[in-house]
């Protein structure tokens, strides 16, 4: 089993960025599909970006078009987003998670389409 770990969090000024990184462990990405999600306090897991490690598409929702970019490091098994033009309301804990590949593309922008999860890391944007 693929285990993940984040890193990259932290505390920022909005107009600022940040990169978040996803190491798995256990196992690479081969044959996995990747994603980022966020919550916020109170609110639901809402989808961010994917990709399938072994490429084909990437895809982001639309709040974050233009602004993020997820991204792949096969040598480091690393899977990276970075965040730019932060917004206090992007304001939450990420989370990457890993999926099997397999399934239309609208899956994977569910919590559904994924069976491993990171423990998440904090991005706190201030105005």
């Known amino acids: 089993q693929v285990q993940l770990v984040e890193s990259g969090g932290g505390s920022v000024q909005a107009g600022g960025s940040l990169r978040l990184s996803c190491a798995a462990s256990?196992?690479?990405?081969?044959?996995?599909?990747v994603g980022w999600f966020r919550q916020a306090p109170g609110k639901e897991r809402e989808f961010v970006a994917a990709m399938p490690w072994d490429g084909g598409y990437t895809y982001y929702a639309d709040s974050v078009k233009g602004r993020f970019t997820i991204s792949r490091d096969n040598a480091k098994n690393t899977v990276y987003l970075q965040i730019n033009s932060l917004k206090p309301e992007d304001t939450a804990a990420y989370y990457c998670a890993a999926g099997p590949t397999g399934g239309v593309v609208a899956l994977y922008t569910t919590p559904g389409g994924y069976t491993r999860w990171g423990q998440g890391t904090q991005v706190t944007v201030s105005s």
């Open positions: 256990g196992r690479s990405f081969s044959s996995y599909v």
